[in-house]
């Protein structure tokens, strides 16, 4: 089995998942870890973050190297892939990143979230996999609520549940919203998400120590503020939608990339001259770049 990257979710209410509602809906956790992955290759498991497969000397927050070091979660694992050598695991490698108030005994645990069948090329119903995991005791986000046709008002009700699983105290994330015969506007299979107030305020909070690092690093961000513009922006979003034929939030990543290079390329002779030759902090250089792009396109 070859590594496959985990598609993204879509916020409730963008043209990616129009129509989601309607019909069998599932509503799960979503918690707030590293996007991680297992599969089987040549008879041996093999192991993905978000972007890449790992290795042990190329890891991903410890993920690779806990769980292969693991017997018991690897004989678990191995005996699940060797019945179905088609699948794809995925889950949440549960480590610090926004939230901090998950339970002690959560953290540095791989909880499946999906299956892909590389047979069928379909992500697997919760139903149809959930014996085979709690018979071999791997950890799993469970379902919050099974729906029929509900309303995004119905749907939100269900944030305010979001506390109940992991955490000791707050509210999780947000909700993940499944529907399994559900395809996309462009015949994707993929799902939606609403975020909770506790994890945009934490977000927001985070805005705020960006705000913070402008006055540490004010070349850094007087450079991007001067000289990175929005029709710079828009035109390399508009290169990637000519690129793929649409546009989706999924190509964020490469888009941050692309335009900071891209502008680097076309400025650093003037960054020489205008700001005489400065020591650059790069990731600081980055940072507001990435920030600039998300303000201006309102990601």
Known sequence: MEYKKYQHIEKLGTHEVEGILKGEVHLTYKIDGSNSCVYLRDNALFYGSRNRELSLDNDNQGFMAACSGNAGFTEAMFK?????????????????????????????????FDIFDCGSMTYLRFDSYIDDLRALGLDYIPEIAVLNDPTEEEVRSYLDRTGEYLLDNGQGEGIVIKNYEYRNPYGRQTWAKILTED??????????????????????????????TPEHIQKEKAKLEEKYGFWESRFIFELLNRTFLEFYADNWQIILRKYHWPALNFKKLKSFSDEKVKEVLGL
């Open 199 to 228: 994890f945009a305020t934490h977000k927001r909070s985070r805005r705020i120590a960006n705000h913070n690092d402008r006055e540490e690093s004010p070349i850094e961000y007087g450079i991007i503020s001067a000289l990175l």
């Open 80 to 112: 699940l892939l060797s019945l179905h050598p088609n699948w794809i695991v995925y889950g949440e490698w549960l480590v610090p990143v926004n939230i901090k108030r998950y339970k002690k005994d959560a953290w540095k645990k791989f909880y499946i």
